[in-house]
């Protein structure tokens, strides 16, 4: 590694690291509900809160964000006590007893059911931090709810009826589709919940051979050169609508850097002899993870503007989504976080190329100096929507920290690496 690379390595690490306590300041400043319990995300730009709803996808994220900052820097009183207050939030008020248990998607602050959604994302993200919180506390009771919301959400997705009743977004006597996010979110749910519970490895190993399997026999395009959100059951690509041509590089970014820790995880298991599978090893994921990146990074830069677009169609149509053009906070995010990791593991100065790129662009358009955290919605010119949201429904405390804690530990591997 030359001089100037080791420099510009070592500030981004202590940027980010300072960036990571003014967003985590930003949030537990304005955030937390200390009456009912859990964290309010719709916040104006300076912390005032426009709304009180809760977005039960940001109580289970949110209990995540602050299990895991005391498993990389070590336990803190206060980020235990944030992440349970989501987490009793989540348990008390946001299952629906009349459907299974199902998770809402809003609920009033205090608890009040609001809307229920067809998809299990409220489930992955309740897993994600009831795992976390287990891993951080050893309370079996946590594990126990993580690893039944964990094989709810897989059962959705093999046969089950839905007990909210409410059946696919689109009539199936019509149209059937499979859509890349549910295996995508569901082997980042399962990495979490391997690393945390040991003993049901061989199971988690399955469930995740099954999500690699499904990204890249079904949505991964190499003659299209691009990953597709939705394909039919087959994986044909759908090309006479809109919805079967959209790409969401943001997405895809993400995608890559949730393969590339699977990719690492099979080569310690092949490196100590406990996994040697031809069809499914370290060496052809890394190909396809570089693969993925490379498509998304090189069509989803705006070269006018710069920044990441929203959506994409794979031919060129105009896309159907009305944001299509804008810039958001988490794709810039979830390429930061691939860059960094496929560079670490690569050396490939490309990787380091793009990730000084999106990180002089989003210094330059997302950061917000004054009041902390991001802002969540550009234009496509890089300006801010106003009135500025600091965070919604979507945004919450979650991707921003969680960007800032991997390039924070990920440079740290670079840099020790080279010494």
């Known amino acids: 590694m030359d001089v100037e690379t080791k420099q510009f390595l070592e500030e981004t690490r202590s940027w980010a690291q300072e960036e990571l306590n003014k967003a985590l300041n930003f949030w537990t400043s304005h955030a937390f509900d200390e009456a009912h319990g859990g964290i309010y995300t719709c916040l104006t730009r300076e912390g005032e809160i426009y709304s009180t709803d809760k977005s039960v996808w940001m109580q289970g994220r949110t209990g995540w964000l602050f299990s895991y900052l005391c498993q990389v820097y070590g336990k803190s009183d206060e980020w235990m006590a944030l992440a349970k207050s989501c987490i009793d939030f989540l348990e008390a008020h946001c299952k629906n007893e009349q459907a299974a248990n199902r998770l809402y998607f809003t609920v009033t602050e205090d608890g009040r059911p609001l809307r229920q959604r067809r998809y299990s994302f409220s489930e992955c993200f309740y897993a994600m931090a009831n ?231 989003s210094k330059e358009h997302f950061v917000d100096d004054e009041y902390g955290d991001w802002y969540g919605y550009l234009r496509r010119d890089g300006k801010p929507t106003e009135p500025i949201a600091k965070g919604n429904t979507f945004k919450g405390p979650f991707h921003v920290s969680r960007c800032l804690i991997l390039l924070d530990q990920t440079i740290k591997k670079i840099l020790s690496e080279e010494n």
């Open 131 to 361: 795992a976390e919180y287990y891993g951080m506390t050893g309370d079996k009771d946590y594990l126990e709810r993580a690893r039944w919301a964990y094989q709810l959400v897989y059962d959705l997705h093999h046969g089950l009826t839905d007990p909210t009743g409410m059946g696919p977004k689109v009539v199936p006597e019509t149209r059937r589709d499979r859509a890349l996010a549910d295996p995508m979110i569901f082997l980042n749910l399962t990495g979490i919940l391997r690393r945390v519970d040991p003993e049901h490895t061989g199971q988690y190993d399955a469930y995740a051979g099954e999500c690699v399997e499904n990204i890249i026999r079904y949505h991964v395009k190499e003659d299209l050169s691009c990953t597709l959100e939705t394909v039919a059951p087959d994986g044909s690509f759908q090309k006479e609508t809109t919805a079967g041509r959209v790409v969401n590089p943001g997405h895809d970014l993400e995608l890559a850097w949730f393969l590339l820790e699977e990719a690492l995880y099979l080569r310690e298991k092949e490196r100590t002899k406990s996994q040697i599978d031809e069809s499914y090893n370290s060496q052809k994921l890394l190909a396809y993870t570089e693969q993925i990146y490379r498509n998304a990074i090189e069509a989803g830069w705006d070269e006018t503007y710069g920044g990441i677009l929203y959506f994409m169609d794979c031919l060129g149509y105009p896309p159907e989504a009305y944001e299509h053009d804008m810039k958001l906070w988490w794709p810039h995010n979830e390429a930061l976080i691939a860059s960094i990791m496929l560079y670490e593991v690569t050396d490939d100065s490309y990787y380091l190329d793009w990730f000084k790129k999106v990180l002089a662009y």
